[in-house]
């Protein structure tokens, strides 16, 4: 629904003036802050118009001026009951027109294989909305002279395609006894008494006897006692809600009444929702349950009376007619078009805009593409009758898949011959190269973006797959600050610097080898070095960001700074940071700041956590120590932690002669002599 509602937005199919039924805005903050404006400024019966839709704003606007606001945002689309509504002008007047998912694809079909594209959707409604409402006002006649009698079955069909069902039922079945809960068809309940005629008692003392034991019961019990009950209540107190039954309570009801038999405490359960209800009011139902010690019993007792009951009730049983052509007034005056499927096609057929063969079956055109899906997905061309009863449901809905898919095809085809002229090699290479049965010749193609410097220099390139192209734009969105919005290549600009800096300093580690070799010698990166890149700024992120916790509980300590936590808000890092003899403590809380939000720093974090650790070691440890022990428990603590994340390269331990205890106490001796003497 979302790439056919683009596809038909985007060649202005609806014209150029068609607005969409899109979300308003792209996230929760903008909503957030323009419901609170909108309940100061607007009237409150202005206020109470907004629309939503599963908690969204929503608000008809032309895909053109929601590219203007939003232009990366490219499916706005509500699709509401499985169907999108456009707010169009049709012969001068303004109509909102309802388009089901069965129907968009025949004015995806129009718009895909059409000669004119533009403006080919409205003229194909201005020619069927005349179409429509003639068919309605012969039907409202019908209505209005009392005609339905008369009707052939072809008539009755085309009624039902153009009005409600509730409608239809009112006028063309009179005659109808009731509906399903109607005594007459309970009495005639075909589930028990087919189960009785063929004989199968046994049925009825398995679990599926007794579903249809409980579902009998329970209509003919509703039938016969609880909706009296319930409207004597309503006629006496007035109607609320509290004499309904509630979902919860119903969920209790069958739970307890299909177990009453072997949970005796269940019936006593049955008895507290009975009498808080009201029902044992009724003494005839008040003493069936209560002498009931079975569902058997129950149901046979149950039925016994239901035939006393319909002895004097079946006959005299008329349906109301409870729906009128005033009940829906409203809805034949409204502009808002709902389109019958099945009532189009025939408006197709006519106007010879779809094409049948000579079995009757629409040929439709994106169909061609069908040799390019793989079929093994769609099961079967053609299913053998016999198996239809087993299979029909599911190959049906297959083939609507298949029609669907083959559009889909024909959508991303499109817009491949449509590739902007920034990338004039590609479009050659898809023209000249890219026959439709040779997907693989895109599919497995590199695409390379140049990145360039501020100067307009060329400086390195990305490499990504084709199938990796739409995953490279949602990592540029996720690891991209408010500045990638008016620089495209922001990310990549901050990628080169810190990989400048990383390859001139090489780490000891050197985990980015691989990367920087690309780099510095190819001056290239592929999707796979970008995501190896970004999983190093993770993972030293995380390192600087323990290691600045450990350092903040360090100077906490040795200063005794005192945290109020009545004055929430005056203590922060910085101000933990102003208390180390460290240098820039603005620039350690701005690493800080960088590192939680996983952002690329302007230095390669290997530098950065060398540089703090020598720092601490040179400010805040003691003035040449002579063994690990001389330093204080914290002081121990801040340089365990720099140990273990930054020199694991010093642990070294032979499992067969040393214990972990005895290869952990080396390797303290070895940080502490290469690292902090060193330091020091």
């Given amino acids: ?57 929503v608000v008809y606007k032309s895909y053109h001026n929601h ?45 895909l294989f059409s000669k004119k594209k533009e403006s080919n959707g409205i003229a194909l409604l201005q020619n069927y909305l005349p179409h429509h409402q003639r068919d309605v006002r012969n039907g409202l006649f019908v209505f209005k002279t009392g005609q339905t009698n008369n009707l052939s079955t072809k008539e009755m069909s085309n009624l039902r395609k153009l009005f409600p069902r509730k409608l239809i039922q009112s006028y063309l079945y009179e005659d109808n006894t009731g509906d399903m809960d109607s005594p007459s068809q309970v009495l005639s309940d075909t589930s028990i008494n087919d189960t009785e005629k063929k004989g199968t008692k046994k049925i009825l003392n398995l679990r599926v006897g007794k579903h249809l034991k409980l579902r009998y019961i329970r209509k003919v019990w509703n039938l016969i006692y609880f909706k009296d009950i319930y409207k004597d209540k309503a006629q006496r107190m007035g109607h609320h809600k509290k004499f309904h039954i509630t979902k919860d309570e119903f969920v209790f009801y069958t739970r307890w009444m299909y177990s009453f038999e072997s949970i005796p405490s269940y019936k006593d359960h049955l008895i507290q929702f009975f009498i808080k209800k009201h029902f044992f009011n009724n003494e005839e139902f008040k003493e069936l349950f209560l002498n009931s010690s079975s569902i058997d019993e129950l149901y046979l007792q149950t039925k016994r009376n239901f035939i006393k009951w319909s002895a004097h009730n079946v006959n005299s049983e008329k349906k109301e007619k409870t729906y009128s052509l005033e009940d829906y007034k409203l809805f034949f005056e409204s502009k808002i078009l709902y389109i019958n499927v099945s009532h189009f096609i025939s408006f197709l057929n006519q106007e010879k805009v779809i094409q049948k063969n000579d079995n009757g079956i629409i040929q439709y055109k994106a169909l061609k593409n069908l040799s390019y899906l793989i079929k093994p997905f769609y099961y079967k061309d053609k299913l053998e009758i016999e198996h239809y009863k087993t299979y029909g449901k599911v190959f049906n809905k297959l083939r609507s898949i298949k029609l669907e898919d083959c559009l889909l095809y024909e959508i991303a085809y499109r817009y491949l011959l449509n590739v902007t002229p920034s990338f004039p090699k590609y479009k050659q290479l898809i023209i000249q190269s890219f026959p439709k049965e040779k997907v693989d010749l895109l599919v497995n193609a590199i695409y390379s973006f140049e990145i360039h410097n501020k100067k307009g220099a060329f400086i390195y390139s990305i490499q990504v797959p084709f199938l990796k192209l739409n995953e490279l734009v949602c990592l540029i969105y996720r690891n991209s600050t408010k500045i990638a919005a008016t620089n495209k290549e922001f990310l990549f600009l901050q990628i080169y610097k ?93 690493l800080r700041i960088k590192a939680i939000n996983f952002d690329i720093p302007d230095t390669d974090y290997p530098s950065i956590l060398e540089h703090i650790e020598k720092q601490f070691i040179i400010k805040e440890t003691p003035f040449k120590p002579v063994s690990w022990s001389h330093l204080e428990k914290h002081t121990q603590d801040m340089c365990d932690i720099m140990m273990n994340m930054l020199h694991l390269n010093l642990y070294k331990r032979n499992s067969d002669t040393e214990s972990r205890e005895e290869a952990k106490i080396q390797f303290r001796d070895r940080y502490f002599n290469t690292v902090v003497k060193q330091s020091d």
Wanted: proline share 3%; glycine share 4%; hydrophobic share 35%.
């Fill in 67 to 111: 590219l203007q606001e939003y232009p990366r945002w490219d499916y706005p689309f509500v699709v509401e009951n499985n169907a999108i509504q456009i707010y169009v002008k049709i012969l001068g007047e303004p109509w909102i027109v309802s388009i089901q998912r069965r129907l968009i694809i025949y004015f995806l079909e129009d718009a």
């Fill in 498 to 590: 810190y990989l400048v800096n990383y390859c001139k300093n090489k780490p000891v580690d050197y985990e980015l080898y691989t990367v920087c070799y690309k780099f510095n010698q190819l001056k290239v990166l592929g999707y796979d070095d970008l995501l190896h890149f970004l999983k190093h700024i993770v993972k030293r992120g995380l390192q600087l960001t323990q290691i600045l916790t450990q350092l903040e509980k360090f100077l906490i300590i040795k200063n005794n700074i005192q945290i109020d936590i009545q004055k929430q808000g005056t203590l922060n890092s910085l101000s933990i940071y102003e208390c180390s003899k460290m240098n820039n403590p603005q620039k350690l809380e701005d």
């Fill in 1 to 57: 629904m979302l790439y056919a509602s683009r596809y038909l937005a985007e060649s202005n199919y609806f014209g150029e003036e068609a607005m969409f039924k899109v979300y308003q805005f792209a996230s929760n903050e903008e909503q957030e802050k323009y419901i609170v404006e909108a309940k100061q400024n607007l009237p409150k019966r202005e206020y109470d118009k907004l629309k939503y839709h599963k908690g969204r704003l």
